[in-house]
């Protein structure tokens, strides 16, 4: 097990060692990439909206319930 | 009397954009890996079987090329699903266990079988057997399509709501059967013309980069071969496409109806309905004056009852059919059932109201009026029948332009595979202006796949779900600004990343393949 597991991490890490330019480049690209959409996005300006503001899963669908009966007032006078 | 949802129309009008600048962006980089990873495997297949370290050399040229896409893209996605969560608020809770579960699988595989095989596609040359290496290029490209395949699915269901049941008391749906949701005929339709153009773009790519190396003198044997390998891949592709499209359409037509009539600016429906093959949408027009719908047109009587119903003289609904009804046909006027969902959504509010006092009786009762009238949910968040009109021009000219374009890639395919085939390719008279047609078609290929997703996504508005709910019910009340700002932060990301990706591939191009390959192990 352990052999098989230092047999894929030289393989990564030679990998990584010997890649060409182009490679770093794209990987200097990914890694910025990551940084900037899991950390700056993600956090600062997108917070998932109803884990943020609600506790518990009753409360928001108490708020998404609320979301969606608020503004319609059914007029009883039309026939169905 | 009734009151309507009154949402600021900014903040719905931004969240739509801000939703559609990314999805766009991101499809811009998923077509060519979806099908260029085949293509690679293909190739990497021939060196195999013939031992040619030019194709190795061929193979590993285009797998840098999709290094360079794959990395600009990846990632790119994920905001869509961090949009979901902060302006999508209501729409990612009535939608969640069926997104939840399609997602989950998405995010695993493209984990597990993507960065796995990528590794062994880019640091395995050498270090594992030819047929080792070959089955990872496959499993990459069998597995890029997979992941699509799951968020395409979630993309069916929201066009086909099948397979789940809506919980009053949760406000969420829950899937009851997810073989229903799985093979939606919506979603198998979806998913299958999605992939399949694009192959039709990558083999575009691969043949308007091998055009730009014709076009030079150079890598003549590299793009001779990549152009055959393509032009097949890209024709079986193509043919793919307009049946899968036909299929799409035979869905829309009963699913969706007016998106059908959108798409071919059919007002007035009937019986032997016209195909417009060519026109122009009179821009006086509108589902409530006479004005005639065109203003040129070439159409084809009974050709779209024909492809819709197999059947030249069957009926097809028109937008003023669905606008207004026509009991003729069994189609409810939209004001009906905008009445019907505004009863749907005063009974769910009373039921949560009557579960809140204990009171079962009015509870059960409000329950059995909500379930009656569930299928007209979304239409009361409308203000007026005419709210169920998508925009009729940007969806017609959007359908005709892709449509006339992936006629035009047809012939493309087969002269670039013949004349390469013939080995004629390199020895033409009038080759530079086919070459130089060659390259040009690659930003067409791009421009008809996003043509696609405009059909496919504003032909179903107002609904985020369809017949459910509306985009502007399923929006958070969050302020427009805050959306604003997150907009021009991702058009600059994106631009970035676009102008990034085209210049290390233009530079990647120009430097070519290496000049010699030695043969694996």
């Known amino acids: 097990m352990i052999k098989a597991l230092k047999k894929v991490f030289k393989f990564y890490y030679e990998g990584f060692r010997d ?50 009966t608020k503004f319609s007032e059914y007029d009883d006078t039309i026939k169905h | 009397m009734m009151t309507l949802l009154n949402i600021d ?28 990873l085949f293509i690679i495997a293909i190739m990497e297949t021939r060196y195999v079987k013939t031992g040619d370290p030019e194709w190795k050399r061929i193979t590993k040229f285009w ?22 969560g902060t302006n999508w608020s209501n729409y990612s809770w009535f939608v969640g266990d069926i997104f939840g579960a399609p997602l989950a699988i998405e995010g695993i595989m493209a984990f597990f079988l993507e960065s796995t095989f990528i590794a062994i596609m880019f640091f395995g040359w050498n270090k594992v057997s030819k047929k080792m290496h070959l089955t990872a290029t496959w499993l990459t490209a069998l597995g890029a399509n997979l992941s699509a395949l799951w968020i395409l699915v979630a993309n069916g269901w929201m066009q086909y709501p099948v397979g789940m049941a809506f919980n009053p008391e949760t406000a969420r749906n829950e899937m009851l059967n997810f073989w229903d949701v799985f093979l939606s005929p919506v979603a198998v339709n979806k998913f299958l013309h999605t992939i399949t153009s694009g192959y039709v773009v990558a083999a575009i790519f691969v043949i308007g980069v091998s055009s730009y190396f ?61 195909l417009i093959g060519i026109g122009i949408l009179n821009p006086k027009k509108d589902v409530n004056n006479q004005e005639k719908p065109f203003l040129f047109k070439i159409g084809f009587k009974g050709v779209l009852s024909y492809l819709i119903n197999f059947d030249k003289n069957s009926f097809v609904a028109g937008v003023e059919d669905l606008v207004h009804g026509n009991p003729e046909f069994g189609i409810l006027p939209a004001q009906e059932r905008i009445n019907r969902g505004k009863l749907a959504i005063h009974s769910l509010k009373e039921y949560k109201k009557a579960l809140k006092h204990e009171d079962k009786t009015s509870a059960n009762m409000h329950l059995k ?33 892709m449509v006339i374009f992936g006629t035009f890639f047809v012939l493309v395919f087969a002269v670039f595979l ?47 779900v369809q017949d459910l ?9 969050i302020s427009s600004a805050s959306v604003q700002t997150t907009f ?22 120009k430097t070519g393949p290496k000049t010699k390959e030695g043969g694996n192990k």
């Open chain 2, 488 to 509: 021009w932060i991702f058009a600059f990301i994106f631009t970035a990343l676009l102008i990034a990706e085209v210049s290390i591939m233009t530079r990647m191009i």
């Open chain 2, 9 to 36: 129309p900014s903040l719905v009008d931004w969240s739509r954009a801000q939703f559609a600048l990314t999805a766009m962006y991101h499809w811009i980089f998923v077509p060519i890996t979806l099908g260029i």
């Open chain 2, 214 to 274: 014709l076009l030079r003198k150079r890598e003549v044997l590299l793009a001779k071969r990549s152009i055959i390998i393509s032009g097949v891949f890209g024709l079986m592709a193509i043919f793919a496409v307009i049946f899968t499209g036909h299929g799409s359409a035979v869905q829309v037509a009963q699913k969706q109806p007016m998106k059908l009539a959108a798409m071919e600016g059919l007002y007035k429906g009937g019986e032997s309905a016209e």
């Open chain 2, 369 to 401: 009026t909500f379930e009656k009238n569930f299928e007209h949910l979304g239409y009361g968040y409308l203000e007026k029948p005419e709210d169920i009109v998508p925009n009729v021009s940007l969806v017609f000219y959007s359908f005709h332009i």
């Open chain 1, 19 to 68: 890649m060409p330019r182009w490679g770093k480049t794209l990987w200097t690209i990914i890694i910025l990439k990551g940084l900037l959409v899991f950390v700056l996005v993600k956090f600062i300006f997108f917070p998932n909206y109803l884990k943020t503001n609600f506790d518990s899963d009753s409360e928001r669908s108490e708020y998404v319930l609320d979301q969606l």
């Open chain 2, 63 to 84: 797998m840098k090329l999709f290094g360079v896409n794959f990395a600009i893209g990846v990632a790119t996605g994920i905001i869509l699903e961090f949009e979901f």
């Open chain 2, 469 to 477: 709910l509306t985009v502007s019910a399923g929006v958070t009340d």
């Open chain 2, 418 to 464: 013949w004349l390469s085939m013939t080995n004629k390719i390199d020895k033409l008279k009038w080759g530079k202006p086919l070459f130089i047609l060659g390259i040009i078609t690659i930003p067409m290929s791009f421009i008809s796949s996003e043509l696609g997703w405009v059909v496919a996504e504003v032909g179903r508005q107002p609904w985020v």
